[in-house]
């Protein structure tokens, strides 16, 4: 009995010490959990002061007003476009490819009173361009930000935003004038934001420039040396009527350059002899085969090219001149050798003034309509090599020679 009451007392006590070792356990833990988090909240500290020393952000106050805050101020925008690498035309599929590099600048007022070295894009203002003829995907794009303080004559912080980028483009061909096209291969720049909030011109202190010794379709075409700009607005690309600005930066390309001489060699085969006559066939049929070659290499357009002019005039002559063949051949059943060869000579002269007369007109035409936009090109290179040293020589472009127009 005095056993039983034994044992019934000490089981009070062992469950207290079970009780008391739980405890004990339990405080241990919380003293290793306390441990753990202080030296979390001292690495995220130690984190926040190199984020603070690296100057992606002034301060933890001013991030949170950084993310929120928005321009009240048309901020400016000053683009510059250079064509790093022009690497093949496409007249079929209208679009070009190319590598591009984009430096955009704009005044940052909030980077004033600070040292900051690194701009975080996520925090800070951008203007968030983007290219809207771009036909597809870019097959390389990468953007990076600088931050220049005390910049003459910017009354601000100066940010840059360097934007090397390589895709295919987008250009509505010109090809009345085809096989002597003079073509403009733009980049158009514009903006998420509306044209109440960014102002995009093109830059003051640098002009936009294409490398003409790294283009790589220099077979068919040949490169001018000026880049033009020409500002826009559109509305097409969004859902909503807001209003966005477009900055059109253009290089210009020309196209490098005749079957129906050939239909005057006939005349040296005798009149009474069926090869003439072949011959004339023969190059008809190629004009017609030429034609074909050439449409495959040209988009479906609604008008006729000048070389689509120059080849339906070509067979034209040609069909002409198969007649003229079929007649010689027909009156030699009916009249002497002599009378045929005087004939035959007559037409041959008619044939060919009507041939020189055809190329004359054909030429002024070209002259006046064609080539006239090739030597607007070479005046234009004139332009932009003169504002090219102007520009070196004041630092910045002058009004007389800012204004550009599109032609």
């Keep these: 009995m005095s056993q039983m009451n034994g044992a019934e007392a000490n089981e009070p006590s062992q469950k207290e010490g079970y009780l008391a070792q739980v405890f004990r356990q339990l405080v241990h833990t919380l003293e290793r959990n306390n ?22 952000c002034i301060s933890t106050a001013s991030c949170s007003k950084a993310a929120v805050i928005k321009r009240g101020e048309k901020v400016t ?13 496409d007249t079929v599929n209208q679009q070009f490819e190319a590598d591009i590099f984009i430096q955009a600048k704009w005044e940052e007022p909030l980077l004033d009173e600070t040292h900051v070295t690194e701009f975080d894009p996520m925090v800070m203002w951008t203007p968030k361009l983007l290219i809207m003829n771009l036909d597809g995907e870019f097959s390389f794009s990468r ?12 009354q601000h912080t100066l940010v840059l935003q360097l934007w090397r980028c390589r895709g295919f483009f987008k250009e509505n061909l010109e090809l009345e004038h085809f096989p002597v096209d003079v073509q403009d291969l733009t980049i158009s720049v514009s903006t998420e934001r509306s044209a109440e909030e960014v102002n995009l011109i093109e830059d003051q202190y640098a002009l936009s420039s294409i490398d003409t010794k790294t283009f790589l ?26 209003v966005h600005p477009i900055l059109h930066v253009q290089c210009r390309v020309a196209r490098k350059l005749l079957i129906a001489s050939l239909t005057f060699t006939n005349f040296a085969i005798e009149p009474e002899a069926a090869d003439r006559l072949a011959v004339t066939i023969t190059l008809f049929l190629t004009a017609v085969a030429f034609k074909f070659v050439v449409k495959q290499s040209l988009p479906t357009i609604s008008y006729l090219t000048n070389l689509d002019i120059y080849v339906l005039s070509a067979q034209m002559f040609l069909t002409l001149h198969a007649a003229q063949n079929a007649s010689i051949k027909a009156l030699t059943r009916f009249s002497t050798a002599d009378k045929v060869i005087v004939y035959d000579t007559y037409s041959m ?59």
Excluded at 35 to 56: F, Y
Excluded at 77 to 89: G, N
Aim: hydrophobic share 35%; charged share 30%; glycine share 4%.
């Design 217 to 242: 379709d220099a077979a068919e075409w040949n490169v001018y040396k000026h880049v033009e700009t020409y500002r826009d607005k559109t509305t097409i690309e969004y859902a909503s009527s807001t």
């Design 349 to 407: 002269i008619s044939l060919c003034v009507i041939f020189v007369m055809f190329h004359i007109i054909f030429g002024i035409y070209l002259h006046l309509t064609a080539t006239k936009r090739r030597r607007h090109m070479k005046e234009k290179d004139r332009f932009y090599k003169e504002k090219k040293q102007l520009l070196e020589k004041y630092g910045v472009l002058k009004p007389n020679i800012e204004v550009v127009t599109r032609k």
């Design 143 to 154: 953007s990076t930000f600088n931050i220049h303080y005390d910049v003459h004559p910017y």
């Design 35 to 56: 441990v753990v988090m202080e030296q979390v909240i001292e690495q995220l500290g130690q984190g926040d002061r190199k984020v603070q020393k690296s100057g992606s």
């Design 77 to 89: 925008v000053e683009l510059k476009v250079a064509f790093m690498k022009i690497s093949d035309i």
